[in-house]
């Protein structure tokens, strides 16, 4: 096992009913700016039962946050931010609205004079605002982790960001919100948090023994109640299972000493970026070339997780790797979420250039484990998934 320091500050408050705890969680007498979505949360009583439990605060709030959230959006918020002194942020949503306020967390504090340096240059956040939020839709893990992807339209650009000042204080995860979740975003959900527990298992070992076998529960309760939340969102232990394990995929615990990949969301940020496609759907399209691409270094883990997750039993480790594979592209068409650019959009052809420029330009030497993935093994990634 790998050397590693852990602290994850978030408080997690789960189960039925729980959002009228909020009043408890914010900080006396805040100014509070309430942050959401494009209105899902006032069709299934989210909006209602938060504004129930804010009574008493001294409240502003900003909807209209898109999926991947919008760089100009947030600079308005973040105007609000400044003229009304607000003390505190509620992001009332899914991963877009979360990590929305994360970058307003922030940006609030952030001493520069144009808030995009803190994603272009990479400027870590170490004391931002605080912020809570109330969880509707599982899927990125933001509810418990301090980092955040912003979108910028004008640039075409998704960059990432981070930092230790930003955790929530505290996010509210009440598994009954997942029952009016279309299913498209369900499926988005079961495939993002499968990622991120790839990301981080599908490397090489290192006799990190306990990581790998929370992470290959996070992936067999992941696929187990899959069908079960697909066929029915209102099934609450179902839905616990499903929200509790997107959690637990990306809240730090299965990065610690162990080595870590996060190539594939790299490439796949920039399929989002460039053709608006969804983030699971772009992880979907990646994968399965990232690991035939990366098959040397990769096949001792996935010989394993074939074995373990998968229970392929029989064959060389050669062969029971390269199931694993199989059965992970089975796994997201089994959701009906296609694994091909050319699925999604009839421009991919130059996609493994522009990627590969991309990435010469920010002087990205180095992805994956190894940091052996160059722009250019990207690029021919990237272009093995058309
Ligand atoms: O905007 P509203 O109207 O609320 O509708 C949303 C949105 O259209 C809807 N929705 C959310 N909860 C719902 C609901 N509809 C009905 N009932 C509910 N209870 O779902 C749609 C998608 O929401 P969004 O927040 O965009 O989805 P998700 O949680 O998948 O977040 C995706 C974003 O997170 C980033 C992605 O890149 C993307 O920008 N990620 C963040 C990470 C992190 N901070 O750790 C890691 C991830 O790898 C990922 O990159
Ligand atoms: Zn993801």
């Not at 899927?139 to 930092?163: L, Q, Y």
């Not at 996010?171 to 959900?189: F, M, T």
């Not at 940091?371 to 021919?380: H, M, S, Y």
Request: proline letters at 4%; aromatic letters at 10%; one cysteine or more.
């Amino acid at each position: 096992m790998l050397n590693f320091e852990f602290q994850n500050p978030t408080k997690i408050i789960f189960g039925k009913d729980q959002i009228a705890k909020l009043s408890s969680e914010i900080p006396e007498n805040s100014k509070v700016l309430m942050v959401y979505g494009g209105g899902s949360i006032k069709k299934n009583g989210v909006y209602d039962q938060v504004s129930d439990a804010l009574k008493e605060f001294d409240v502003t709030e900003f909807g209209g946050i898109p999926a991947n959230p919008e760089y100009a959006v947030l600079l308005e918020a973040l105007e609000i931010i400044k003229t009304k002194d607000i003390d505190f942020i509620l992001a009332v949503g899914g991963g877009s609205v979360i990590d929305g306020v994360k970058f307003l967390s922030g940006a609030a504090t952030f001493e520069g004079d144009e808030p995009w340096d803190i994603l272009s240059k990479g400027i870590r956040t170490y004391k931002g605002m605080p912020f809570g939020a109330v969880l509707t839709l599982p899927a990125t893990g933001s509810e418990m982790n301090s980092g955040s992807v912003i979108t910028r339209e004008e640039t075409k650009e998704k960059r990432v960001m981070g930092g230790p000042g930003l955790f929530p204080k505290f996010s509210i995860l009440d598994p009954q919100v997942v029952h009016s979740i279309p299913k498209r975003q369900i499926a988005n959900g079961l495939v993002d948090s499968f990622s991120h527990v790839i990301e981080q298992y599908l490397t090489y070992p290192v006799a990190a023994k306990l990581q790998d076998r929370i992470a290959e529960s996070v992936m067999q309760t992941l696929i187990e109640v899959a069908p079960k939340v697909m066929e029915n969102p209102s099934d609450y232990d179902a839905a616990s299972d499903f929200m509790w394990s997107c959690t637990m995929a990306l809240n730090g615990l299965l990065r610690v000493g162990t080595p870590n990949d996060w190539s594939t969301h790299m490439m796949a940020h920039e399929l989002t970026a460039l053709y608006g496609i969804d983030h699971a759907r772009t992880l979907a399209i990646i994968h399965p070339s990232q690991m035939k691409y990366t098959f040397e270094d990769k096949k001792e883990k996935l010989a394993q997780y074939a074995q373990r997750v998968w229970n392929i039993t029989e064959g060389t480790l050669e062969e029971k790797a390269k199931m694993g594979i199989k059965k992970t592209e089975d796994y997201f068409h089994s959701l009906q979420i296609d694994t091909k650019l050319s699925d999604y959009t009839d421009a991919y052809e130059n996609t493994s250039e522009i990627v590969k420029k991309r990435f010469e330009e920010r002087n990205w030497k180095g992805l994956g484990e190894r940091q052996n993935i160059t722009p250019e093994d990207a690029g021919k990634i990237v272009a093995l998934s058309y």
